[in-house]
């Protein structure tokens, strides 16, 4: 089916241990992003990326790496996953071309629990 | 750097009565405006974004926000809500010509039958 797509929808992981979230986009949208959700701090930025081998920091960049190879894949991963990294991550892509309306599809979330 | 602020962080509101969400951004320099609506468990999705041109904006399901420049506001309203507009809202900004979004911390509107 066309869209965005997050897998896996919910993962629980150890203290330590290394965790990739997949996003995946069928629009060939140029600017993926990656954001977490926590109560009281809205959505913040953590990584975005403007097309295929570019990518940059957003708000809340530490203890994560992305890498874009494909456009229509953005992966997160969590290098060694810790407590404070619990929450709900979302993926999401814009179109940047000429006449872009600027506005964000989000895909249906990860919701991340680290014990 | 730009920054939202939405000063509610809930919002009850009885059905079919009007409801405004508040949204006050800073920001040295032009913007884009946009607000989003999540459904419980879901992602978010666009209802309205002001990028230029008129200040008053329509967006999906009946809501509507208007551009204040002078008062640096996005405030979102609608005249008679539905138990199906319960959900958080978020404002958020960007630079102008900018694709990152920088978000509110929502507000979570709250319908009472």
């Known amino acids: 089916d066309a869209g965005i797509t997050q897998s896996p929808r919910y993962k629980i992981t150890e203290t330590g241990r290394q965790v990739t979230l997949m996003c995946h986009q069928t629009?060939?949208?140029?600017?993926m992003f990656w954001y977490r959700q926590d109560l009281g701090h809205g959505l913040r930025l953590i990584y975005y990326?403007?097309?295929?081998?570019?990518?940059d920091k957003g708000e809340v960049p530490d203890g994560y790496v992305v890498s874009r190879s494909k456009t229509e894949n953005f992966p997160l991963t969590l290098e060694s996953a810790t407590r404070s990294q619990t929450s709900v991550y979302f993926c999401?892509?814009?179109?940047?071309?000429?006449?872009?309306?600027?506005?964000?599809?989000f895909g249906p979330g990860t919701r991340l629990t680290v014990t | 750097a730009q920054s939202v602020t939405q000063l509610d962080s809930q919002v009850p509101v009885f059905e079919e009565a009007p409801v405004e969400l508040r949204c006050n951004y800073s920001?040295?320099?032009?913007?884009?405006l946009f607000w989003y609506v999540q459904y419980p468990n879901q992602g978010l999705q666009l209802l309205l974004k002001?990028?230029?041109?008129?200040?008053l904006v329509k967006g999906i399901n009946g809501f509507e926000a208007e551009f204040n420049k002078s008062q640096t506001s996005f405030h979102l309203r609608k005249p008679s809500v539905h138990i199906s507009d319960t959900a958080e809202y978020f404002c958020?900004?960007?630079?102008?010509?900018?694709?990152?979004?920088?978000f509110g911390t929502g507000t979570r509107l709250t319908i009472i039958p």
């Open positions: 999401a892509s814009s179109d940047s071309s000429g006449g872009g309306s600027y506005e964000q599809y």
């Open positions: 629009w060939s949208h140029s600017y």
């Open positions: 990326s403007a097309a295929a081998d570019i990518t």
């Open positions: 920001s040295s320099v032009s913007v884009y």
């Open positions: 002001y990028l230029s041109g008129s200040t």
């Open positions: 958020a900004v960007s630079l102008f010509g900018n694709e990152k979004l920088t």
